[in-house]
């Protein structure tokens, strides 16, 4: 649940910034103060196109249902990297119609240890087009840890390295729907990347349309 956990607190914090930064624009619509438009503030055609994502995002998903949990598993890999896979489990949200079942699969071998998810966002993953509109993007180290949130391919990614524990989590938002999250020990975070993309980006976006 991690991943998820995050990008909703990624897209919580978006949204607080598109109300205030409305609320302001609103106040000055004839000529937006120039915090609004500086590169530390909110940019008003960042704004106008994160809206427009958001309300294409949700348009998308009109019609549509949520992947099943056995769809989502046949997304998640035998092997990784020659790791086993030693328990496949899955879980359904709770008192929620936006979104749509996690898929989770732990892989054991050599000292080494590899959790991949996948989850259908469904409706609530319009929400994760705003950080994409926003072209959030940040880097940094806290705690010990590398971490980065950055756009690679088209899709927001979200990394996070303990050099020193060899502990790395990646996190790739598919289509503005689906997630697909990363967990390892034991790997370089080239190797958690690698892990994550075992899970075939390609076919999930596929599978949005």
């Known amino acids: 649940m991690g991943g998820r956990i995050y990008w909703a607190g990624l897209a919580g ?3 607080l910034i598109l109300v205030v930064g409305t609320l302001v624009a609103g106040r000055h619509a004839a000529k937006p103060p120039a915090d609004l438009r500086g590169r530390e503030g909110v940019d008003i055609e960042k704004l106008q196109a994160a809206t427009k994502s958001l309300d ?20 998640l890999p035998a092997t990784v990297d020659g790791l086993a896979r030693v328990s496949l489990s899955r879980e359904e949200p709770e008192g929620d119609d936006l979104s749509g079942p996690t898929v989770r699969a732990d892989y054991e071998g050599s000292g080494q240890s590899v959790s991949l ?3 259908d966002l469904g409706a609530a993953g319009a ?11 940040s880097g940094g180290e806290r705690d010990g840890r590398i971490e980065k949130v950055a756009k690679v391919d088209g899709r927001m990614t979200a990394e996070s390295w303990d050099p020193a524990a060899r502990r790395g989590e990646y996190s790739v938002m598919v289509a503005d729907r689906f ?3 990363a967990k390892a020990e034991g790997l370089s975070m080239e190797g958690v990347r690698k892990a994550a993309a075992l899970v075939d980006y390609d076919k999930l976006q596929a599978a949005a349309r």
């Not at 294409?56 to 997304?75: N, Q, R």
């Open 13 to 15: 914090l978006v949204v």
């Open 56 to 75: 294409a995002a949700a348009k998308s998903m009109k019609g549509k249902t949520v992947l099943s949990a056995d769809a989502l598993e046949a997304y």
């Open 117 to 119: 998810s996948v989850t």
């Open 127 to 137: 929400l994760a087009a705003l950080a994409g509109a926003f072209n959030v993007e």
């Open 179 to 181: 997630m697909v999250h």
